[in-house]
Structure formats: C-alpha cells, structure tokens
C-alpha cells in the first residue's frame, strides 16, 4: 500500500467521521467503506463501516416507526 493510498483513507475517514456527527448515516458508511478499502489493514475503518451501518438501520427503522403512527403507510 501506498502512504498516498493511505492518507487518502485517513482524510476520507475523518470526513465520514464528520458526516456521522451530522448523522448523515449513508454518507458516513460509503465514505468509511472507501477508507476501509483503500486501507484494508486499518481495522478501525472496517469496524466504523460496521457502526455507521448499525446507526442508519436504526435511523431508517424509526423514521418507519414514526410514519406509520402519523398514518402513512408507504
């Protein structure tokens, strides 16, 4: 691996890690993938790829929640 290849994965990670605290969860997990990818020895990126995933189901599941109790069923 490059020391390119991995700066670049360092400063993609810190803007996932900047997405995430927007909760802009999808962003978050595709960029922290692309770190993961770009660095695969870095465990961390992996692992962040894992919560972000973990944040946006969970997001997703309670904007569902939400709009069925508002009545819309789509």
Same mark, same amino acid.
């Given at each position: 691996?490059?020391?390119?290849?991995?700066?670049?994965?360092?400063?993609?990670? =810190? &803007?996932? +890690?900047?997405?995430?605290?927007?909760?802009?969860? @999808?962003? !978050?997990?595709?960029?922290?993938?692309? %770190?993961?990818? =770009? &660095?695969? +020895?870095?465990?961390?990126?992996?692992?962040?790829? @894992?919560? !972000?995933?973990?944040?946006?189901?969970? %997001?997703?599941?309670?904007?569902?929640?939400?709009?069925?109790?508002?009545?819309?069923?789509?």
């Amino acid at each position: 691996m490059s020391g390119s290849a991995r700066k670049r994965a360092a400063s993609l990670f =810190l &803007d996932a +890690s900047k997405l995430f605290q927007k909760e802009k969860f @999808e962003e !978050a997990m595709l960029a922290y993938q692309r %770190a993961s990818e =770009l &660095d695969s +020895s870095n465990e961390n990126y992996r692992l962040a790829v @894992e919560v !972000a995933r973990s944040h946006l189901v969970t %997001a997703l599941i309670q904007q569902a929640a939400k709009a069925r109790l508002i009545g819309d069923e789509s």
